[in-house]
């Protein structure tokens, strides 16, 4: 389900036209927008961090239209949908920016240009898990921790929502890529950190306690991380999981070893400790980067109770 947020007549002083004369006294102009995104999670939880916030968008635009110089109002158009592409859960944009004052004789109204366009396919690649976005009103206010983040689509996507993310992974160029696309897109809320996720099976990684209120993990798998994932979660925390059963495996010969694949009902055995709130497997859409994949998906709240050798956010 989806929803229509119209944003209509926001007006900036811009510098667009054609001459260096125009351009050099700012101008009066406005925007009209109507941006399709998911509705479902913002309609459940009456909570503004699961919708596209307007008053966030409305200041970007007025960032945009007024931090340069354009000599055509197509080339500023352009600009403004490609950063709502890049910074919002937008599938769709509908755009008519105008010149409220042109300088025209004999023109009484507004001139400029109407844009229709669907998010980018290579920002589709970027676009966040399925499974994520369906869940979304299960999420709870407080830090979230992406874990073996890669390049940090649902860390995007979440921190975009406002909120608090952290996102960790091994490989540190991935992480230096998603810090670089995080401060392009101007989130703040986002951090990156280093983690071996897979030294020591003895020594637990540098994941503190106590500390999230929601974990991610999608299409990761190293079962002796576990007890430090529910160690991590807050009394009340979720934990949201989906990644490969063993029919994908045996089906598809994706992944090619049959370790990085969860048995039947493994998943529920390796978080026992956790009130399941969803779960199932089978194909889904959307579950890979190929498409549809076997997979297991839970969601899985710890219970509240007593935090034991508390570490401070």
Same mark, same amino acid.
């Not at 158009?77 to 490609?82: C, M, V």
């Not at 400029?112 to 970027?126: A, C, K, Q, S, Y």
């Not at 897109?185 to 983690?195: G, K, M, P, W």
């Not at 969601?299 to 109770?305: D, I, L, S």
């Given at each position: 389900?989806?929803?229509?947020?119209?944003?209509?007549?926001?007006?900036?002083?811009?510098?667009?036209?054609?001459?260096? #004369?125009?351009?050099?006294?700012?101008?009066? /102009?406005?925007?009209?927008?109507?941006?399709?995104?998911?509705?479902?999670?913002?309609?459940?939880?009456?909570?503004?961090?699961?919708?596209?916030?307007?008053?966030?968008?409305?200041?970007?635009?007025?960032?945009?239209?007024?931090?340069?110089?354009?000599?055509?109002? @197509?080339?500023?158009?352009?600009?403004?949908?490609?950063?709502?592409?890049?910074?919002?859960?937008?599938?769709?944009?509908?755009?008519?920016?105008?010149?409220?004052?042109?300088?025209?004789?004999?023109?009484?109204?507004?001139?400029?240009?109407?844009?229709?366009?669907?998010?980018?396919?290579?920002?589709?690649?970027?676009?966040?898990?399925?499974?994520?976005?369906?869940?979304?009103?299960?999420?709870?206010?407080?830090?979230?921790?992406?874990?073996?983040?890669?390049?940090?689509?649902?860390?995007?996507? /979440?921190? #975009?929502?406002?909120?608090?993310?952290?996102?960790?992974?091994?490989?540190?160029?991935?992480?230096?890529?998603?810090?670089?696309?995080?401060?392009?897109?101007?989130?703040?809320?986002?951090?990156?950190?280093?983690?071996?996720?897979?030294?020591?099976?003895?020594?637990?990684?540098?994941?503190?306690?106590?500390?999230?209120?929601?974990?991610?993990?999608?299409?990761?798998?190293?079962?002796?991380?576990?007890?430090?994932?529910?160690? #991590?979660?807050?009394?009340?925390?979720?934990?949201?999981?989906?990644?490969?059963?063993?029919?994908?495996?045996?089906?598809?010969?994706?992944?090619?070893?049959?370790?990085?694949?969860?048995?039947?009902?493994? /998943?529920?055995?390796?978080?026992?400790?956790?009130?399941?709130?969803?779960?199932? @497997?089978?194909?889904?859409?959307?579950?890979?980067?190929?498409?549809?994949?076997?997979?297991?998906?839970?969601?899985?709240?710890?219970?509240?109770?007593? @935090?034991?050798?508390?570490?401070?956010?």
């Amino acid at each position: 389900m989806s929803s229509h947020l119209i944003i209509e007549d926001l007006e900036f002083q811009g510098h667009c036209g054609v001459t260096p #004369a125009e351009r050099r006294i700012a101008q009066p /102009l406005a925007v009209d927008m109507e941006l399709d995104y998911p509705t479902e999670p913002a309609a459940t939880t009456d909570d503004i961090g699961h919708t596209v916030d307007y008053a966030r968008v409305a200041e970007r635009v007025i960032d945009v239209g007024t931090r340069e110089e354009f000599s055509l109002i @197509e080339t500023l158009a352009d600009r403004l949908t490609n950063m709502v592409f890049a910074e919002f859960p937008v599938n769709r944009i509908r755009l008519w920016i105008r010149k409220i004052a042109p300088p025209l004789k004999h023109v009484h109204g507004s001139v400029g240009v109407r844009l229709d366009r669907l998010r980018p396919p290579h920002l589709m690649e970027m676009a966040p898990s399925r499974f994520l976005t369906e869940q979304l009103h299960r999420l709870p206010k407080g830090k979230v921790l992406d874990v073996a983040a890669g390049s940090g689509r649902n860390a995007l996507y /979440l921190a #975009a929502l406002g909120y608090q993310v952290e996102a960790i992974d091994r490989d540190q160029q991935a992480l230096a890529t998603l810090e670089a696309t995080a401060r392009q897109r101007h989130l703040t809320n986002l951090t990156v950190r280093q983690v071996e996720l897979e030294g020591n099976p003895e020594l637990p990684p540098a994941i503190p306690r106590f500390r999230y209120s929601t974990i991610l993990v999608f299409f990761y798998l190293y079962r002796p991380l576990f007890t430090a994932l529910l160690d #991590a979660l807050k009394p009340g925390g979720v934990l949201i999981y989906e990644t490969f059963l063993i029919d994908n495996h045996l089906q598809r010969q994706h992944p090619r070893r049959w370790e990085f694949c969860l048995a039947h009902n493994e /998943l529920l055995r390796l978080t026992s400790g956790l009130r399941v709130l969803y779960y199932d @497997e089978g194909e889904h859409e959307g579950g890979s980067d190929s498409g549809s994949a076997y997979t297991a998906r839970l969601v899985a709240q710890k219970p509240a109770g007593r @935090e034991k050798l508390h570490e401070p956010d």
